[in-house]
């Protein structure tokens, strides 16, 4: 299970420090809206660094001051849920609009 963490994490390592663009890498906070379609799915399920290129950092859960440093694939987002992301800002567009 880790070793599948890692290597998520590396693959999207490498296409975000490989990728030939001007813009500077940023640090995005991405809501998790109720009627998201990804909604109280694992992180597994929702394979944001393969359909985004964008890699998860941290995940803050709705509700409480309780933020996830430390996540596993089987860290839910739930609706309210805010996750930090990290990557070009196209790829957050590409991320704001998949998990509509």
């Known amino acids: 299970m880790a070793t599948a963490v890692i290597n ?6 490498v296409v975000i420090l490989t990728e030939g663009s001007d813009q500077q890498m940023q ?6 809206e109720e009627n998201s379609g990804v909604a109280s799915k694992t ?6 660094p393969k359909n985004t290129g964008l890699i998860v950092v941290v995940v803050k859960k709705s509700g ?3 933020y996830i440093y430390n996540l596993s694939l089987e860290t839910v ?11 070009w800002e ?3 567009k590409k ?6």
């Open 90 to 92: 196209y790829r957050v």
């Open 27 to 32: 640090l995005n906070a991405i809501k998790m």
């Open 8 to 13: 998520s994490w590396l693959s999207s390592l």
């Open 43 to 48: 992180l597994s399920e929702i394979e944001i």
């Open 64 to 66: 409480t001051t309780k």
């Open 95 to 100: 991320l704001k609009e998949y998990i509509k």
């Open 77 to 87: 987002l739930n609706p309210g849920d805010v996750i930090l992301v990290m990557g």
